[in-house]
């Protein structure tokens, strides 16, 4: 049973800008998640299939308001051969992600090429369970997660950016509630998902106290995987230029991984993208504050630039990054699921 931490005991480790309280914050993270998750590293190779998207969230730069981008959708053909071709270079989990889009007839789609990579990955697989697939394409109604679940996929990323509604209403335009979201986190975990959210570190306007309130919200929520990026500005946003955070995204987003890994301690974690195009040692500490799921880019390079949720976006090859992995100290696993820990333990006590 994990310890309950107090909004003080949080506050007081955000606060202080101590090196060694944060030395001490990581090596506690790391025996943590060794002792409760082990030291293997999870790959999700990442498919980000389509950057149409029908919102206009302040901060995103693939917002339908953003004319600046080419607009692409790989075809169902491209991404079943993407998904198998992963598969046979030894890739055992993927996350799909794409714009939002509630309409029927893509999430038609969507349903379809999830039923054929499952299919066709099961019939290849020894042992009969294919590829593992997270979802991560926004709010949709119960009945299109629920053929989502029917066709194959188990997890689901959806993150609420912030649990304080003041600041959800200022980052998002009329029209988008953050009740709805926390709606479809209810339905996703009703219909058997393993659930992830997660929050941006240094949104304009965020305080401490509501970080604090975030990693309370995940544990309320009970969750079962968290993806934390630092916010990381896009100039055609409306939210490029508000004035900055108080403190450094890239470290307060490393304390919040480490909270994380202790107040739960059997989640999974991703050691966001974000969080290593801010610093070239974020893939080194984000593990060591905790993370254990890291996803590498698989769309096709004539897409990549295309998908920028926000600027200076990156790749490193998988294998570079499996072996920077391994050189950090932990071990990857590409045949296991890595599904998350805590989603075992809430099923066995449901
Ligand atoms: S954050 Fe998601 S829903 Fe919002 S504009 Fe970007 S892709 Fe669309």
Same mark, same amino acid.
């Given at each position: 049973m994990a310890k309950s931490w107090s909004d003080k005991e949080i506050t007081s480790i955000l606060s202080s800008r101590e090196p060694r309280m944060l030395d001490e914050l990581f090596d506690a993270a790391d025996r943590c998640r060794r002792d409760s998750v082990g030291p293997n590293v999870f790959l999700r190779g990442l498919?980000?299939?389509?950057?149409?998207?029908?919102? $206009?969230? /302040? /901060?995103? &730069?693939?917002?339908? &308001? $953003?004319?600046?981008i080419r607009r692409y959708r790989l075809t169902n053909y491209e991404i079943i051969a993407l998904a198998m071709s992963a598969f046979e270079g030894g890739y055992s989990s993927l996350t799909l992600q794409s714009g939002e889009s509630d309409e029927t007839r893509e999430i038609n789609e969507v349903v379809h090429f999830v039923q054929v990579i499952k299919a066709q990955s099961q019939a290849r697989d020894n042992t009969g369970q294919g590829l593992g697939i997270t979802l991560s394409i926004g709010e949709l109604t119960f009945d299109q997660y629920q053929a989502l679940w029917e066709a194959g996929a188990h997890r689901y990323l959806l993150r609420i950016?912030?649990?304080d509604r003041q600041l959800f209403s200022r980052i998002h335009p009329p029209g988008q509630y953050y009740d709805k979201r926390l709606h479809c986190l209810d339905a996703l975990k009703t219909i058997g998902y393993q659930v992830g959210t997660g929050i941006m570190v240094g949104?304009? &306007?965020?305080?401490i106290e509501n970080l604090v309130r975030d990693l309370q919200f995940f544990v309320e929520r009970d969750i079962d995987m968290l993806g934390i990026g630092p916010y990381i500005p896009h100039?055609?946003?409306?939210?490029?230029?508000q004035p900055a955070f108080d403190f450094d995204p890239f470290i307060m987003t490393l304390k919040i991984i480490a909270l994380a890994r202790l107040m739960m301690p059997d989640i999974n974690i991703v050691c966001s993208t974000a969080l290593q195009i801010i610093n070239p040692r974020g893939l080194e500490l984000g593990l060591k504050a905790g993370a254990n799921i890291v996803m590498p880019v698989l769309t096709p390079e004539d897409n990549r630039g295309n /998908?920028?949720? /926000?600027?200076?976006?990156n790749y490193t090859q998988p294998q570079e990054l499996v072996d920077r992995i391994r050189m950090f100290g932990y071990e990857v696993?590409?045949?296991?699921?890595?599904?998350?820990r805590h989603y075992a333990a809430r099923q066995a006590q449901e």
């Open positions: 498919i980000e299939f389509s950057n149409e998207c029908q919102r $206009n969230c /302040y /901060y995103c &730069g693939i917002r339908k &308001g $953003n004319l600046s950016e912030t649990s949104l304009p &306007g965020q305080s100039p055609n946003t409306p939210l490029y230029k /998908y920028s949720l /926000y600027i200076n976006k696993d590409p045949w296991t699921w890595g599904d998350s």
